[in-house]
């Protein structure tokens, strides 16, 4: 079974998260962009999620919010800005419960012999930005939904 990767070099701009998955590059590009797979990947599984919108084409939007068990919710959105069928996705991402820290994250599917490797790229404006985000728990929250969609797949 593949590991999850998440280097977060110090004095970097960027996250990068990695994981190869047992499917197509197709199957785990449709898990990214059909809203009914999505919420079953995306975060901590203790957190429901609700997609407001979800336009995957260059210049459209998508937002979702997060439920925890106590009924805090958790926005999120951004911006489509390329999207590449079963190759990549290039978007903005922003946490609504710190506004103006957003994130360039550029997702890519890269396919050998029938498995496909996940890298996330998330580029931040400052280190700061970088640090702070890192410090809400995103490597863990990343490592969960990488195998949440590691079952997804499975199914």
């Given at each position: 079974?593949?590991?999850?990767?998440?280097?977060?070099?110090?004095?970097?701009?960027?996250?990068?998260?990695s994981r190869e998955f047992n499917?197509?590059?197709?199957?785990?590009?449709?898990?990214?962009?059909?809203?009914?797979?999505?919420?079953?990947?995306?975060?901590?599984?203790?957190?429901?999620?609700?997609?407001?919108?979800?336009?995957?084409?260059?210049?459209?939007?998508?937002?979702?919010?997060?439920?925890?068990?106590?009924?805090?919710?958790?926005?999120?959105?951004?911006?489509y800005h390329d999207v590449i069928?079963?190759?990549?996705?290039?978007?903005?991402?922003?946490?609504?419960?710190?506004?103006?820290?957003?994130?360039?994250?550029v997702i890519r599917f890269d396919?050998?012999?029938?498995?496909?490797?996940?890298?996330?790229?998330?580029?931040?404006?400052?280190?700061?930005?970088?640090?702070?985000?890192?410090?809400?728990?995103?490597?863990?929250?990343?490592?969960?939904?990488?195998?949440?969609?590691?079952?997804?797949?499975?199914?």
């Amino acid at each position: 079974m593949s590991e999850t990767t998440v280097t977060a070099t110090p004095n970097s701009y960027e996250v990068i998260t990695s994981r190869e998955f047992n499917a197509t590059k197709d199957k785990v590009f449709e898990a990214y962009t059909n809203p009914e797979l999505f919420v079953q990947l995306m975060g901590p599984s203790v957190l429901s999620m609700k997609i407001e919108s979800m336009d995957t084409v260059p210049g459209g939007k998508w937002r979702y919010v997060s439920t925890d068990p106590t009924g805090a919710e958790y926005g999120f959105h951004g911006v489509y800005h390329d999207v590449i069928k079963d190759e990549r996705i290039v978007q903005t991402f922003e946490f609504e419960g710190v506004p103006g820290h957003v994130s360039f994250n550029v997702i890519r599917f890269d396919e050998t012999d029938g498995k496909t490797t996940v890298t996330s790229t998330a580029v931040f404006e400052t280190i700061a930005d970088r640090d702070g985000m890192v410090s809400t728990g995103m490597e863990s929250g990343a490592r969960e939904s990488f195998e949440r969609l590691a079952t997804l797949l499975a199914e």
